[in-house]
């Protein structure tokens, strides 16, 4: 069974950076299209990024491109996710998503493995 558990989440200042990790186990993660997302309470999940099967191919949304990195080690089994110049509105739990494949889109409808989640909160 794939089990997903993210880590890294945090409390930061505005500008500042923090480093989510997705790490898997019971899968060879190499088999597998990943994805970040986020969700506030009351309100949808929401893209974040979605990384393909080697890490070569990459889709952000548009609220964070050009601020965060996605980006695998499949020799480790885990997917990291490079958050850079934060702001209030990053504020979310953050999820890890997989789904069998070479790649996946940005609808959480598309995904059907999921982490816990991590708390990211960007105050000052």
């Known amino acids: 069974q794939v089990q997903l558990v993210e880590s890294g989440g945090g409390v930061v200042q505005p500008g500042g950076s923090l480093r989510l990790s997705c790490t898997a186990s019971?899968?060879?993660?190499?088999?597998?299209?990943m994805a970040w997302f986020r969700q506030v309470p009351g309100r949808e999940r929401q893209f974040v990024a979605a990384i393909n099967w080697n890490g070569e191919s990459l889709w952000y949304a548009d609220s964070v491109k050009g601020r965060f990195t996605a980006s695998r080690d499949n020799a480790k089994n885990t997917m990291y996710l490079r958050m850079n110049s934060l702001k209030p509105e990053d504020t979310a739990v953050y999820y890890c998503?997989?789904?069998?494949?070479?790649?996946?889109?940005?609808?959480?409808?598309?995904?059907?493995?999921w982490g816990q989640g991590t708390q990211v909160t960007v105050t000052v």
């Open positions: 019971g899968v060879t993660l190499s088999s597998y299209a």
């Open positions: 998503a997989a789904v069998r494949g070479y790649f996946s889109g940005n609808s959480p409808l598309e995904y059907d493995q």
